[in-house]
């Protein structure tokens, strides 16, 4: 039958039909491409592995000192939120847990760790106790499914008993616990985060453990200190300071808990970036009139220019994996754009084609670039500043954060699975993490305005 010739209702439900039909595969092939999207990134990051499940049940006293009960909660407490947020295990509730709890491996009943409802993979277990004013930690990961050989771990961590020492003792067994179970990737537990905070007046550069605990005052400059950058192997940290003379490069060093003595540049000198080996500094100067890309040795000499634009250039960062590669900030075509180039200046490529893109971060294993970026922007054009993670190879982009406030200065863990940033959602700026694909979000910071995080290498 002609279509004309049926009924005008049944015209129009075949319309409607039509139109869901349409809506229906748009819908698929969007959460097609968005699943695939999130497969590049898990497989990148190692976070797409099925996480094991593991039980961590509170460790037990193993003396009778007074100081056990606080000790034992402080470890506790850090050792289950590092493994928790590790992106490399589940962990059961403790809810599920059987009663007994083992001491020693020879009290472990395994039919009750690995069936239901705990049905886990590993245990984590051990004993804490304070003898002679030190606190000595026994602790082991048990592979409950595997009757035969089950032992994974077992370690004794001894140091002076303090709150502090029951906190890195913690950190390191969850270091060595995901050693064993995130495919050989050291851990961040013992990692440290740099950052600018104005919570004594002034923005000064401070520094953190990696889950926001322990933050303590690096400078005391009394002006304004930005972009701090910690050297490959922790011993310094490279940032700007506004001086009577401008804007320069300082160095602090943390072996000497002061400052040393660094060159002084004409021009404003911002933004320093480490080379994989810790032999040199990438940095922005206007010592030639516009902003552009310099190099130059960790002592401060052999100044080398490597952008030549008509725009400013600034915000280098070293592709760590290489050492050969440097991303930056170009502003020759207007807004400012995420570029590549070679540490000599060759082979530059243009990442980013629209848009406000700034801040980029190298990530450790040379794949991915993180970066800021305001993709419609202008007058009357609707758009937050959001994360983004861009594969260096096909240029292929993924948002990782969703009109959550301004985020910024994204940076990299150096396990390469977590991403610190600043972001004012809260009401204000201060600095939050998150899994590099975009979930356990949470937030590290919370006494005055903080931003421009950067995780140590190591």
């Not at 094991?52 to 407490?77: E, I, Y």
């Not at 972009?227 to 922790?234: E, I, K, V």
């Amino acid at each position: 039958m002609d279509d004309s010739a049926r009924p005008a209702s049944q015209r129009r439900w075949r319309f409607v039909r039509a139109a869901i039909l349409l809506v229906t595969v748009l819908v698929i092939c969007l959460c097609g491409t968005s699943l695939l999207a999130q497969d590049w990134i898990k497989t990148g990051t190692g976070l797409g592995v099925e996480k094991v499940k593991l039980a961590l049940p509170d460790f037990s006293p193993s003396t009778n000192d007074p100081q056990n009960t606080a000790l034992l909660k402080t470890f506790d407490d850090t050792l289950w939120n590092d493994l928790d947020n590790s992106g490399v295990v589940e962990m059961v509730s403790k809810s599920f847990y059987p009663l007994q709890v083992p001491k020693q491996p020879s009290d472990i009943n395994y039919s009750a760790w690995n069936s239901d409802p705990v049905n886990a993979a590993m245990l984590a277990f051990g004993t804490l106790g304070v003898t002679s004013g030190n606190v000595i930690v026994q602790g082991w990961l048990y592979d409950v499914k595997n009757t035969g050989s089950p032992q994974v771990l077992g370690k004794q961590y001894t140091d002076v008993a303090t709150d502090e020492s029951a906190r890195l003792i913690a950190h390191k067994f969850a270091d060595d616990i995901i050693y064993r179970l995130g495919g050989g990737v050291n851990g961040i537990a013992e990692s440290k985060i740099y950052f600018v905070s104005d919570r004594t007046g002034h923005k000064e550069i401070w520094v953190m453990d990696y889950d926001g605990a322990n933050q303590r005052q690096l400078t005391h400059l009394g002006t304004i200190s930005l972009s701090p950058r910690p050297s490959p192997d922790g011993s310094r940290v490279a940032f700007s300071s506004l001086n009577k003379g401008g804007w320069e490069i300082m160095m602090y060093s943390n072996d000497l808990n002061r400052l040393v003595s660094f060159p002084r540049y004409s021009g404003t000198n911002l933004s320093p970036s480490w080379s994989p080996d810790g032999m040199k500094l990438a940095f922005s100067s206007s010592r030639s009139g516009v902003s552009q890309i310099y190099l130059v040795d960790a002592g401060g000499g052999n100044l080398k220019r490597l952008t030549s634009d008509k725009g400013p250039d600034v915000s280098p960062t070293w592709n760590r994996k290489t050492g050969t590669d440097i991303a930056y900030v170009g502003g020759s075509t207007g807004l400012p754009q995420i570029y590549t180039m070679g540490v000599d200046g060759t082979n530059l490529q243009r990442m980013t084609d629209q848009g406000y893109a700034v801040s980029p971060n190298w990530s450790p294993n040379g794949q991915f670039l993180l970066f800021a970026w305001v993709r419609k922007y202008g007058p009357g054009a609707p758009g937050a500043s959001d994360l983004y993670l861009m594969d260096i190879a096909s240029k292929q982009w993924v948002q990782l954060t969703h009109d959550g406030g301004r985020n910024d200065f994204p940076c990299w863990s150096p396990d390469g699975r977590h991403i610190v940033f600043q972001t004012n959602r809260s009401g204000q700026l201060e600095i939050w993490m998150e899994l590099a694909d975009g979930t356990h979000v949470h937030q590290l910071t919370f006494t005055g305005h903080n931003s421009q995080p950067n995780w140590s290498w190591k």
